[in-house]
């Protein structure tokens, strides 16, 4: 993947890190789920600098949904590596955005990158709403980053193999009271083989566990 720069955008947040302890496998890199947890960690971090963060969203009775992941790994970083973790609006339409995310080395290297789409949710009615001026125009837009093509939505196999029903406890939910984004991820990576680690990934999000 190429150098990337785009810290003279103010559209564009970025904060550095590095791979903690808790966020890589056995093999001493970072998971797929710990990724996600790095770009969702991004975007909250964003919408809290910006003013317009959860506090704010309750107050206005609304929130931002994930709907959908796209995400791309060139290559998964390693324990204590340094990396950059960035994030912008792309689009906003109706009641969806776009938002994309990545994470960069120290040389300035783009190693992964993803796209994912939010809807805005009304609070009050479960129903999509769509945003007011004042929920959008904090955050700007930004060229997207270039992704593979996809189609619309994860097409789901004609064929699959039953296994056990997922008992959904409390450490699995977050703030909005339903399984996180996340967790998804990880329940599906606990049924595959051990070695997994995708290098692309895409994750329709059509009914929230709670």
Known sequence: MPLIDLNGDLTVFEYPAHVRYTEVG????????ALINA???????????????????????????????HIVVDRYPSLCEEIAIG???SSFRGFTAKRNFYIKDNAGTLIAKAESSWASI?????????????HVKPYGTHDPLPMPDEGRRVKVPDEMTPFAPIEVRRGLIDTNEH????????IALDILP??????????DYRRAAV
């Not at 051990?194 to 994750?203: K, M, N, S």
């Open 122 to 134: 009304d609070l009050s009615t479960g129903k999509p709403i769509r945003p007011t001026e004042e």
């Open 26 to 33: 056995h093999r001493g890199l970072m998971t797929l789920p």
């Open 87 to 89: 994030t912008f609006a």
């Open 194 to 203: 051990r070695e997994t680690q995708p290098r692309e990934a895409r994750v």
């Open 39 to 69: 770009f969702q960690d991004c975007s909250t971090f964003q919408s809290e600098a910006l003013g317009v963060g959860m506090a704010w969203l309750k107050h206005e009775r609304r929130a931002w949904v994930l709907t959908h992941w």
């Open 179 to 186: 399984v996180n984004n996340c967790q998804y991820v990880q």
